[in-house]
C-alpha cells in the first residue's frame, strides 16, 4: 500500500433496490488528502460518501481502506467519520457529551477521555461551550461540537456532507479556513461532498467531479477551472459557451460555423468563459439582450446566430445598451479543448 | 351590554359547569348523613374511611391498578416499536395500519366489549383476568401509538446514523438516541394509557365476572345495593389521584407539551 493509494474503491457498484445509482467506480484518494466530491444533486456522490461509511452496502466491487478491506466492515467498526449536513447532534446531551459519546463506546474512561473531550473542544474553539445543549448552540457552533465529535475519534477517514450549506456567508469563509486548519493539523484524510464549485475550489486539494453516478473529471482545482475535459465539467466551472466541434467548425443552432485557429485532433469541444469572449472585434455580430453590472465587470447575453452568448468586459468601458448590435469573436487559442462532449 | 361583561360571566358558567361537580362530590363526601345528599348533613370522615374498609373496593382497585399499569406497559412495549417502524421504515399499508391501530378509539367501548366478549372470551374460554388485560391493552394502544409516533416524527433519524458512525450497533443506537428524546412522550403515552384505562367502563361492564372487576364497575354495583356517601368518597379520592398525576407530570416534563 502506497500513500497514494490510502483509500481506494474498486469497480464499487451502488444500488437502490434496481436502480444503480453508481456503477463500477474506480477512485484512489492519498493519506492526508483533502479531497471534494463535485456534482450536481442526484449525481451519486452522496451515496459514495455513504457507501465510504459503511452506512449502504456496495451491491459489488471493493472498498479498501489503509490495505484493509472494508467492504463487508459494519459502519460502526469502521475507523471513518462522518460529520451530516444537519450536524446530527444528540439533542439530549450537552456538547461535552456528544463529544464524548464515541469515545465511551470505545471504553475510554476518566482523565484518559476528559483530556480528549476538552482537547477536541479546544481545537474546534468550543471549550467554554461545554455544558450548553444543542439547541443552545448557532448553526455554525452545532457544525464544530459535530466536528470535535468525530474528530475525537482519530478517524483514518473523515466524510463531511456538505458542510457549509446550512451556514451564512460570512460564516462559510470562516468555516472554510477552520476545517483546512483542523485537516492540515491533524493530517487527516477529508473528503467532503459539495454541489458548490466555489466551495470544492477554494478548499480541495483534489477535486473529483461526477455525474450521472460516474466520474467526469478528477484534478486539482486549477486543473478543473482551466483545463475541463467535457462540455458537462465545462458548464460546471463557468465556461458558459460550449459548442462541439467538427474539424475547423463549430455546431451551433443554426448550422455549422468556421473558426479560425489551432485546433488539437482530438478535441471535441471548445468552451469559452464570458470573459474570454472578445467583445466590439471580430467576425461574428450580435444583439444585445440583456447586460448586468457585476462590479469590476459588466456581463452582456448577446442574441447571436451561433445562439446566445455571454460576454463579459471591464465595468469601466462604456456601456451598450439593450438593442444594440455588437462585434465579437470567440478566440480559439483562449478556449478550454474539450475531450469529450455529449455529457450537458 | 358589551363583550366586556359576558366574557366574564361566560367564563364563570363553563368554570361552574366544569369544577361544580367535583365541588359537590367531595361536598357529599364528607357529609355525616347515611345516604348520598348535597349539601352535606354535617362534616365528618366516616365515609372517607369507610371506602378502605370496603373489601370489594380493596379489590377492585388493586384489580385496576393492575389493568391499567400492566395494560399500559404491554400496550407500549407493543405500541413503541410499531411506532419505530412506521415512521422510520417505508412499511406498505402504513395509512391502514395506523387507522386500524386507532380504531379502538373510534368505534364505541360498547361494542368493542361486545365484540370481545362474543368472538373472542366465550369461544377461546379466556379467564376473566386476562381478557380484561387484553382489552384495556387494545385500548391503550391507540394512544402509545399516536403519542410515541408524533415525538418519533419531531426527532432526526440521522442522529441514529451518527450514533451507529460511533460506535453503536443498531439496536444500541435506539436505546441511547432515541429512547432518550422520545421519554417525554413515552411518559406522556404512559399517563393517557393509565387514565384511558381507569377511567374504562363500558367494555370492563361486559367482561368483567365473578370474583374479578375494575373499580368503576365495582362503584356501579355498589350503588345499585347501598347508597351511602362513601361512592362519592372514592370518587374525590380518585379524582385528587388523577390531579396528583397530571400535576406532577406537567410539573416534571411539560405534559401539555404532547397531549
Not at chain 1, 105 to 114: A, H
Not at chain 1, 123 to 147: C, D, F, I, N
Not at chain 1, 170 to 197: A, C, N, P, W, Y
Not at chain 2, 80 to 87: D, T, V
Request: glycine share 8%; charged share 20%.
Amino acid at each position: 500500500m502506497s500513500d497514494s493509494r490510502f483509500l481506494c474503491l474498486e469497480k464499487m457498484t451502488l444500488s437502490y433496490g434496481k436502480n444503480v445509482a453508481v456503477p463500477d467506480m474506480d477512485l484512489d484518494i492519498g493519506k492526508g488528502e483533502l479531497v471534494a466530491l463535485l456534482g450536481p444533486s442526484g449525481c451519486g456522490k452522496t451515496t459514495t460518501m455513504r457507501a465510504i461509511a459503511g452506512l449502504m452496502e456496495p451491491a459489488s466491487g471493493k472498498i479498501v481502506l489503509d490495505g484493509t478491506d472494508i467492504t463487508r466492515v459494519p459502519a460502526n467498526k469502521r475507523p471513518v467519520g462522518l460529520v451530516f449536513q444537519s450536524y446530527a447532534l444528540f439533542p439530549h446531551l450537552n456538547v461535552y457529551e456528544n463529544v464524548a459519546f464515541g469515545l465511551k463506546l470505545m471504553g475510554v474512561k476518566g482523565s484518559e477521555l476528559d483530556k480528549r473531550v476538552i482537547d477536541g473542544l479546544k481545537t474546534v474553539g468550543l471549550s467554554q461551550y461545554a455544558t450548553r445543549k444543542p439547541a443552545e448552540l448557532s448553526g455554525g457552533q452545532q457544525q464544530r461540537v459535530s466536528l470535535a465529535r468525530s474528530m475525537v475519534m482519530e478517524p483514518k477517514v473523515l466524510l463531511l456532507d456538505e458542510p457549509l450549506s446550512n451556514l451564512d456567508a460570512r460564516l462559510r469563509l470562516e468555516m472554510r479556513t477552520e476545517l483546512q486548519r483542523v485537516q492540515k493539523e491533524s493530517g487527516v484524510t477529508m473528503i467532503f461532498v459539495t454541489h458548490d464549485q466555489v466551495e470544492a475550489l477554494a478548499m480541495a486539494d483534489r477535486i473529483i467531479v461526477m455525474l450521472d453516478g460516474h466520474i467526469e473529471q478528477i484534478g486539482t482545482p486549477e486543473d478543473i477551472y482551466n483545463h475541463p475535459v467535457s462540455d458537462f465539467v465545462a458548464d460546471f466551472v463557468g465556461f458558459e459557451n460550449v459548442f462541439e466541434r467538427v474539424g475547423n467548425t463549430i455546431k451551433t443552432a443554426n448550422g455549422d460555423v468556421a473558426i479560425a485557429g489551432d485546433i488539437d485532433d482530438a478535441t471535441k469541444g471548445l468552451a469559452w468563459r464570458p470573459s474570454m469572449v472578445t467583445l466590439g472585434d471580430g467576425p461574428f455580430e450580435g444583439t444585445v439582450r440583456g447586460t448586468s453590472f457585476a462590479g469590476g465587470t459588466r456581463e452582456y447575453l448577446l442574441d447571436t446566430p451561433l445562439g446566445q452568448i455571454k460576454a463579459e468586459c471591464d465595468a469601466s468601458l462604456p456601456a451598450h445598451d439593450f438593442g444594440a448590435v455588437l462585434k465579437f469573436d470567440l478566440p480559439v487559442h483562449k478556449a478550454a479543448q474539450l475531450a469529450r462532449t455529449g455529457s450537458l | 351590554m358589551s363583550n366586556k361583561l359576558y366574557a366574564p360571566i361566560i367564563l364563570l358558567l363553563v368554570l361552574t359547569f366544569l369544577i361544580g361537580p367535583f365541588i359537590i362530590i367531595i361536598a357529599a363526601s364528607l357529609s355525616a348523613g347515611e345516604t348520598l345528599s348535597f349539601p352535606p348533613q354535617g362534616l365528618s370522615l366516616r365515609w372517607v374511611i369507610k371506602v378502605f374498609e370496603v373489601e370489594s373496593f380493596r379489590a377492585s382497585f388493586g384489580v385496576s391498578m393492575f389493568l391499567a399499569i400492566g395494560g399500559t406497559i404491554f400496550a407500549l412495549i407493543l405500541g413503541i416499536p410499531a411506532s419505530y417502524a412506521l415512521s422510520r421504515y417505508k412499511v406498505p399499508g402504513a395509512e391502514t395500519i395506523r387507522t386500524i391501530v386507532s380504531s379502538p378509539i373510534i368505534v364505541p367501548g360498547i361494542i368493542v366489549g361486545l365484540a370481545l366478549l362474543r368472538y373472542f372470551v366465550v369461544p377461546f374460554n379466556f379467564g376473566i383476568l386476562f381478557a380484561l388485560f387484553l382489552a384495556h391493552t387494545a385500548l391503550i394502544l391507540p394512544y402509545a401509538v399516536r403519542v410515541v409516533s408524533a415525538s418519533l416524527t419531531n426527532l432526526r433519524s440521522d442522529i441514529e446514523e451518527a450514533a451507529v458512525l460511533l460506535g453503536c450497533s443498531r439496536v444500541g443506537a435506539f436505546f441511547r438516541v432515541v429512547m432518550p428524546n422520545i421519554r417525554g412522550g413515552i411518559l406522556a403515552a404512559f399517563i393517557l394509557g393509565f387514565v384511558t384505562s381507569f377511567n374504562q367502563v363500558p367494555v370492563s361492564l361486559f367482561l368483567s365476572g365473578p370474583g374479578v372487576r375494575t373499580l368503576p364497575i365495582d362503584m356501579l354495583s355498589y350503588m345499585e345495593i347501598t347508597y351511602d356517601p362513601s361512592v362519592a368518597a372514592l370518587s374525590a379520592l380518585l379524582a385528587f389521584m388523577s390531579l396528583g398525576i397530571v400535576f406532577l407530570a406537567e410539573r416534571f416534563l411539560g405534559f401539555s407539551r404532547y397531549v
